[in-house]
């Protein structure tokens, strides 16, 4: 049973207590470059990133942005691209400095420890990949869209593989969640957009795989002022 069934709405606090490892987390804004991203794929959300809660660990968010609002809890540096979130000031800074609704999707239930282990040597792989240029990230993600006609194609997109120059966020977490078995390998990873994780959306996930509907997450005024506070 999902750990939040019968929840609609939830305070941050509430979601960050109930988050687990591999819950989702989307996010709607209203800027320029938002609608942009959510008119090039036909998408209701504009971000996606996941969570990685694990033994006594504040929860965090995995994520690719262009922002370095935040230290990266993996290397301990201010950086852009794919990066590793203390996960309630990334949705703070998301809701007070982006403008950004958030909703929480979560995984019925909880994944095991090799699945914890994929995610991790996802994330020591993955970790400072750069997000890539509006023209490269159009490019990439037409390019999933494409037939599965070449296995270069197929090298040159999969963010799964070595030697990645640059990830947005949906393919960090379609990779992240392809290396820990809850999707299939069907697509590339480049096929994905926000959108996909959206619950109208059909997502590929592995057989017995489960998430729950979107559960919108409520900011306080303190929560929006302590991320419109943060360093651009």
């Known amino acids: 049973m999902n750990r939040s069934e019968h929840a609609s709405r939830m305070s941050l606090d509430e979601a960050v207590e109930s988050t687990r490892t591999g819950d989702i987390w989307i996010f709607r804004g209203s800027s320029g470059a938002d609608r942009a991203i959510r008119t090039l794929t036909n998408s209701p959300v504009n971000h996606v990133g996941t969570a990685v809660v694990l033994d006594d660990l504040p929860p965090l968010m995995w994520h690719a942005e262009l922002g370095k609002s935040l230290p990266d809890m993996w290397t301990g540096r201010f950086q852009r691209g794919v990066q590793l979130h203390d996960l309630r000031a990334a949705v703070q800074v998301w809701g007070g400095r982006y403008g950004q609704r958030a909703w929480l999707r979560q995984l019925a239930q909880p994944v095991t420890r090799e699945q914890e282990d994929a995610l991790m040597r996802t994330i020591a792989r993955l970790d400072g990949t750069p997000f890539p240029s509006t023209a490269r990230l159009a490019s990439r993600w037409f390019g999933g869209r494409l037939p599965r ?29 392809e290396a820990m078995g809850l999707l299939t390998s069907e697509r590339r ?40 506070a943060r360093r651009p």
């Open 149 to 177: 006609a070449t296995s270069l194609l197929r090298r040159r997109t999969r963010v799964s593989g070595a030697g990645l120059e640059s990830a947005y966020c949906a393919e960090v977490v379609a990779s992240t969640y």
């Open 189 to 228: 990873t480049n096929w994905y957009d926000p959108g996909r994780f959206w619950s109208g959306d059909r997502l590929p996930l592995a057989p017995g795989v489960v998430l729950g509907d979107e559960i919108e997450v409520v900011l306080s005024r303190a929560d929006l002022a302590a991320g419109a």
